[in-house]
């Protein structure tokens, strides 16, 4: 087994380093508003005391938010999801210890304190986060795998980690159609093999399968298994208990709860009258006249595609091809000749989906889901993809986390590519939260300032 030396120095480093930028930043605030108290001994052994409160607030919060149980295959999406809740859960402690205490430390301007305090952290988080992902795309700091049987499941995988090369992964092929222990051990022992992954379904018998896992444990290798791309079952079920027993119970999503399903309609309407009113009533009418004075056809353009539940609905975008017969049934290529040149822009700054707001109000569509695909292309991938329909457990969205994750299913190795997006589809419907709503529309807008490299 790979032996790993440094991980949890890493960690405490990491950990030293956010207490030191909270000290510094309400020692900071202390000074700046008690000059008369910034010489008075007794008040620094009262503050030091307070310090360790907050210190200790900080991390017992981590136990539960887990921002220092970083995964080396955490996107940033999800790590700035963990950070925003667990910062908002900090103020807010915060706040409260202010209102009931006369400590000066803890009632300085909140405002003030809670940006700056959200700003350096942030900073310091991002500076570490990049500069890890970087090391490990060097081969520095790397994890040694390999596969065994593999299938259409493993191919997934083993494309996602051979283009992340800042996961810090390093693949070990083994080139054996069978099984042999002694040659299993020795490879593990020769390339320091620190994970397997297995699919849940594979060829071996059930004697050998089990062997497997005791060569594995009695090594000190660790075992992942990959659930099987064609079926659902997986996706299907959560594990519960009655007593001791295991059962497993039909899932229910996060925005199954009424009180979740309220909030994020709730946002949705805000945010779209928002844009309606105050970006799209001066840019619908500037696009609609380019529109006009640069190709023939209507300003807008309505397909059909799928909703909640599949129910179908009227998508409408701005129209960035010249009028075409194959526009329901054939998929955007790269230099589409269809695309006119004014099209090319808003498909590139993702204007051209503007007028879903539209659809958004009119309880079709949501600000952030799954983005929704022409029937042609759900009817063709539906049975091929088992989770596939996963997606329709919650309304579309005008975007999502496979759109700010750089998956857009239509580049590539197409097949590949839309089973990777609609993992990122699936984990959306089960791991939604409000902030992780917050997180990607954050990421959008700074796509559509920079301009999509992925859009075509």
Known sequence: MQRIRYSRYLKSIIILLDLLVIASVFVFFFITRNENLKYNQETWYQNTFSLLLLFLFWMLLSGRTKIYNIARNLTYTLFLERLLIHFMLFILGVLLIGKVSYNVFFNSDIYWLSFYLFFFIFLAKSIIYFAIKYVRSLGINHRNIMFLSENSSTEILKNILKERKDYGYRIFDYNHSSIDSNMLVEFWKTNGIHTLFLPSENSFSEKTEDEIFMLAEANKVHISLIPSIIQSDFFLY??????????????????????????????????????????????????????KLTSKGPVFFLQKRYGFHEEVFNCIKFRTMVINDES???????????????????????????????????????????????????????????????RSMVNPGITGLAQVSGLRGDSGDVEVEMNKRILADAFYVRNWSFVLDLVIVLKTTLLVISGDKNAK
């Not at 519960?240 to 709730?266: C, E, H, M, W």
């Not at 955007?332 to 700054?349: P, V």
């Not at 659809?359 to 799954?370: F, H, R, W, Y």
């Open 328 to 390: 329901t049934t054939k998929t955007t290529a790269e230099n589409d000749s269809r695309i006119t040149k004014f099209g090319k822009f808003l498909r590139k700054t993702s204007l051209d989906e503007m007028p879903q707001f539209i659809n958004v109000l009119k309880g079709e569509m949501s600000i952030v889901g799954p983005r929704p695909h022409m029937l042609a292309v759900d009817n063709y991938y539906k049975p091929k993809i088992g989770r596939y329909s996963l």
């Open 238 to 291: 959560d594990l519960g208990y009655i007593q001791t027993q295991p059962v497993l119970n039909q899932a229910r999503y996060p925005l199954d709860y009424y009180s979740n399903f309220l909030l994020k309609r709730t946002f949705d309407i805000v945010f779209s009258v928002f844009v309606l009113i105050f970006i799209c009533s001066w840019l619908f009418p500037l696009i609609a006249i380019i529109i």
